[in-house]
């Protein structure tokens, strides 16, 4: 007799709206399992009937926000499987804007602390300011501890003059560690534990010191290059992370996997279902858009967006990422578009219908 294997959904998938249908606060959708015919198999109590090769439940199946246990069951053996589904009601048609590699903006500001009367001086967090009063954006800013240029700079130079207009902002302008610098590349892809646990946690607490508590996106982040052992998302899962954000392109020959440690058959379902919660590390994950403003040609950047929709419509929570070093006209790969790209992302959202976000409040962390 052949396994008894889920076909929709897949364990440790998390759902939108998208998936279903909304009745009663719930989710109501189709579920369905590769199975040899001639099997009493239900789920959840509903009957299933054979079609072709696979099984579906006569009428769909509700999902409580949160986590659900979907229990398939065969009446004759008794033999069983089930799965967890996690039903996300916040996270439909919403959009969250993350940045990363930051460092410089801090430097300047702590260069400036006898100058600069607020924080929004500064011309980076001033782009930044601009987009969210125009459109509502909420900003998740991943920051490094130090950085070599400019005659060096880390987190303890950082002063804490703007610690109330951190907390002020905080309801769309949010801070997480990234890493403790640019270089190395790649710096946790053999981490071990005690590594990445000291360096998060080193960050974690400049950041409440001089922005506080309500500024520290503790629960959300991305990791440096997105690459990491399991004992770096265990060590992150302590100092409090609970979701990730990545590409999850297994073993590909792009420039990143940004898969962190997930094997290829969770990056496959990444792929199809935009959100995965790993049960082996406590972790939650959801997938990048791929619009790329940050190298698609600025033309293009509203036709991938649709692309991405109409290929993954399952997943419906819009992440897009820029890093900070491309803002700056001394960088290499400077853009001087580097406004018009940020603005042609958010707009594309805001006309399609998505509404600002922060990752917490879209998956109930």
Not at 21 to 40: E, H, Q, T
Not at 196 to 225: L, Q, Y
Not at 314 to 340: G, I, K, N
Not at 347 to 361: A, M
């Amino acid at each position: 007799m052949t396994e008894l294997r889920f076909a929709f959904p897949r364990d440790g998938v998390m759902l939108s709206d998208a998936a279903g249908v909304v009745s009663d606060g719930k989710l109501c959708i189709p579920v369905s399992v590769n199975a040899v015919g001639g099997r009493n198999l239900n789920i959840n109590g509903i009957p299933m009937v054979f079609s072709g090769n696979f099984y579906s439940a006569k009428s769909r199946v509700a999902l409580s926000p949160g986590k659900n246990t979907l229990t398939l069951t065969d009446e004759d053996t008794g033999e069983r499987r089930a799965i967890d589904v996690f039903y996300l009601p916040h996270a439909h048609k919403k959009y969250r804007f993350s940045l990363d590699d930051n460092i410089w903006f801090l430097q300047n500001l702590a260069k400036n602390q006898n100058v600069y009367s607020s924080m929004f001086e500064d011309p980076y967090l001033t782009l930044l300011k601009t987009m969210h009063d125009k459109y509502g954006t909420k900003f998740h800013v991943n920051i490094y501890y130090e950085c070599p240029e400019f005659g060096g700079f880390d987190l303890t130079m950082m002063p804490d003059k703007y610690k109330d207009e951190w907390k002020a902002n905080s309801d769309w302008l949010r801070l997480s560690c990234h890493a403790n610098s640019d270089k190395p590349d790649r710096p946790y892809i053999n981490a071990t534990y005690n590594k990445a646990f000291s360096e998060f946690s080193r960050v974690n607490r400049e950041i409440i010191r001089f922005a506080g508590e309500e500024a520290f996106a503790d629960k959300v982040t991305t990791i440096h290059w997105g690459e990491a052992t399991t004992d770096t998302v265990r060590a992150l899962r302590d100092t409090g992370v609970r979701a990730m954000v990545g590409c999850f392109n297994y073993a590909t020959t792009s420039n990143a996997d940004i898969a962190y440690d997930l094997t290829a058959e969770q990056c496959a379902l990444m792929q199809k279902y935009g959100m995965y919660y790993d049960k082996n590390t406590d972790m939650k994950y959801f997938l990048y858009s791929r619009m790329n403003i940050q190298h698609s040609p600025l033309d293009e950047i509203p036709m991938r967006a649709q692309r991405f929709v109409e290929d993954i419509p399952l997943y419906t929570f819009f992440e897009m990422c820029v890093h900070e070093q491309y803002f700056y006209p001394h960088y290499a790969r400077y853009y001087a578009d580097y406004y018009d790209r940020l603005e042609t992302g958010i707009r594309w959202c805001t006309e399609n219908g998505y509404k600002p976000s922060f990752v917490t409040e879209a998956f109930d962390l």
